[in-house]
């Protein structure tokens, strides 16, 4: 089990450490790097898989479970904040909108292969349609959402077409689907490689703040796969696949919507950073728990 365990992850953190080093020494900048990976690689990885993917019932519960993981820790947080004395805006969204791009689609790639790619992306994409929708409604004061912006968010755009693709059942030219898949693959390696580029950020000053947001993301986290686990029905792969989704880090957008609304914006950047550091510790074991089951 261990080398298992040691022989997923390692492929993950050894991408990460090279974006690290890249940052460290050449300083690239990755912002229009980034862009380019969320408006036309993860698109493109989006389209390529759900166009294909099997819509069914066990989708449903999918559907069904990535919507509790993203909901009921934003309601723990609710508690937790007033105990702790804590702001709800800057604290709650972290737990409830977790690194599920950056970290998880190339982590279920790896530990189950490309069966579960289709499952990973709908995660994904449920995490993000929420975090653009759900999250800026938390954040904002007096801005309201624009649904004209949101219909021309690239990811939704996708998400869409793939879904009237495969619902409508019609076929998909196949050097299309070829493209977008190749266009698709290119985004798991930036993904990492961002996610490295970011650690050259992280400073003790926020070391307190990111191992108590860590805390309270494996304490959320669990409760909600109890939750999933006890009510909602699920295929073994999907189930073990969401005991790594419920206690992801958070995601590196929270820290950008943070700053957009000036919602403890340092506060939140500990959080994302060293949340995603002590992955480096929290995945072996949430991995180790997950090809148990």
């Known amino acids: ?10 492929p993950v953190f050894a991408i990460v450490l090279v974006g690290y080093v890249i940052s460290k020494r050449l300083k690239p900048d990755f912002k229009p790097i980034n862009r380019i990976n969320m408006d036309v690689f993860v698109p493109a ?13 066990s989708q449903v519960s999918l559907l069904t479970a990535a919507v509790c993981a993203v909901v009921l820790p934003g309601l723990l947080m609710i508690a937790l904040c007033k105990v702790n004395k804590i702001t709800f805006k800057a604290w709650a969204p972290p737990q409830m909108f977790r690194n599920s791009g950056n970290l998880a689609i190339p982590l279920f790639s790896y530990t189950f292969g490309e069966t579960a790619m289709a499952s990973a992306v709908l995660l994904f994409v449920v995490s993000t349609i ?11 004061n007096k801005e309201s959402l624009s649904i004209k912006q949101l219909f021309k968010n690239p990811l939704l755009l ?3 077409a793939a879904l009237s693709f495969n619902l409508l059942d ?15 693959q290119a985004s798991i390696p930036v993904m990492l490689l961002s996610l490295g580029s970011q650690m050259i950020n992280l400073r003790l000053t926020g070391l307190r703040t990111g191992l108590m947001a860590t805390l309270f993301s494996l304490g959320t986290g669990a ?3 109890a939750m ?5 029905p699920l295929p073994h ?5 969401m005991v790594l989704f419920t206690m992801l880090p958070p995601a590196v957008m929270n820290y950008l919507f943070s700053e957009r609304f000036n919602v403890e914006p340092t506060n939140v950047a500990s959080m994302v950073l060293f949340g995603n550091f002590f992955a480096i510790i929290t995945l072996p074991v949430l991995l180790w728990g997950a090809l148990a089951i």
């Open 1 to 10: 089990m261990f080398e298992k365990v040691v022989s997923i992850l390692f």
């Open 45 to 57: 990885l989006i389209f390529s898989s759900l166009v294909t993917m099997k819509l069914d019932t």
């Open 130 to 140: 929420l975090h653009i929708t759900v999250g800026m409604a938390l954040l904002s």
């Open 158 to 160: 996708a998400t869409l």
């Open 170 to 184: 019609i076929p998909v030219w196949k050097p299309l689907y070829e493209a977008t898949h190749l266009l698709g």
């Open 223 to 225: 409760f909600s796969f």
């Open 228 to 232: 999933i686990y006890v009510f909602i």
């Open 237 to 241: 792969q999907q189930l073990q696949m």
